[in-house]
């Protein structure tokens, strides 16, 4: 039996370890508004926040999901607010990605 919390947190122990015993109930966080769209390394598609209690406040109503197939071991996603550019902390060794979507993926998405 699962019990939940006001914020939407649920906690159902199993015996199987597999499976999470902490989640959210399937009407909390986003959902896909609209088309995805195909990118040329992926794809990228907008989310609306489902009327849900808010975790940690100052929640984003709309954000934009961007997926790219890097490799066939390597997916990167970023979830971005497309209203507003915020700072990204910039990295030596990790540049944005320019290449193709990968082929023979060992995942599924």
Same mark, same amino acid.
């Given at each position: ?14 015996? $199987? ?15 896909? $508004? ?8 992926g794809f990228e598609t907008t989310l609306t926040r489902l009327p849900s209690p808010s ?25 971005? $607010? ?28």
């Amino acid at each position: 039996q699962s019990i939940c919390t006001l914020r939407g947190c649920c906690w159902s122990p199993q015996s $199987d370890t597999s499976v999470p015993w902490c989640f959210f109930s399937s009407g909390y966080g986003y959902k896909v $508004d609209g088309s995805t769209r195909t990118t040329q390394a992926g794809f990228e598609t907008t989310l609306t926040r489902l009327p849900s209690p808010s975790l940690f406040g100052n929640d984003i109503n709309t954000v934009l999901l961007t997926g790219e197939y890097q490799t066939p071991n390597r997916f990167r996603f970023k979830i971005t $607010d497309p209203k507003t550019r915020r700072f990204e902390v910039p990295h030596e060794h990790v540049q944005s990605f320019t290449g193709s979507a990968a082929s023979n993926l060992n995942y599924k998405v």
